[in-house]
C-alpha cells in the first residue's frame, strides 16, 4: 500500500489565503492551494475536479463558494516522525490535539471558509522540496 499524508480539504475565499496560511503556521500545519501546490502534476485540473465535487456534494449550500479556492491543509513535523530516508513513519493516529488545533483555527475564519471535519489521504512519495510528500 503507498503511503498517504494526511490533510484537510478546505475551500476559502481567495482574500483569505494568506491569513488562513499564516494562521495554521502558527500550529505547525501547512497550506497549499491545490493548483499551486508543487507536488501536483496538473493544478489547474485538480483544482477545478476538487472544487466542483465540494460544492456539489453539498446541494446547494456551498454554491457561494464556486469561485473559492480549494486547499489541503496538512501537519508539520510536530505532529509526525520522519524515517531516515524522508518518508513520513507515523508512530501511530494522528494526535487529536492535532485535529482540535485545525478545526479551532478554520472555525476562527467562520464565512471565509467551508469543510468538513474529516481527513483524507494523499498520496506520498519523499522529494528535495517536501520529505514525503508528491502527488501523481
Not at 1 to 14: K, N, S, Y
Not at 24 to 44: C, E, S, Y
Not at 47 to 56: D, I, T, W, Y
Request: glycine content about 8%; aromatic content about 10%.
Amino acid at each position: 500500500m503507498q503511503a498517504r499524508h494526511l490533510v484537510a480539504t478546505v475551500l476559502v475565499e481567495p482574500g483569505a489565503v494568506e491569513d488562513l496560511e499564516l494562521r495554521v503556521m502558527t500550529d505547525d500545519m501547512w497550506l497549499w492551494p491545490v493548483r499551486t501546490a508543487p507536488v501536483v502534476v496538473d493544478g489547474a485540473r485538480m483544482e477545478f475536479q476538487l472544487r466542483r465535487r465540494l460544492v456539489e456534494q453539498r446541494q446547494g449550500t456551498w454554491d457561494d463558494a464556486a469561485a473559492w479556492t480549494p486547499a489541503w491543509i496538512g501537519f508539520g513535523d510536530a505532529w509526525h516522525e520522519f524515517g531516515p530516508d524522508g518518508n513520513v513513519q507515523p508512530s501511530g493516529p494522528l494526535p487529536w490535539a492535532a485535529h482540535q488545533r485545525l478545526w479551532s483555527a478554520l472555525e476562527e475564519f467562520g464565512p471565509l471558509v467551508r469543510y468538513r471535519r474529516r481527513l483524507s489521504g494523499i498520496p506520498t512519495v519523499a522529494t528535495d522540496q517536501w520529505p514525503g510528500l508528491n502527488v501523481r
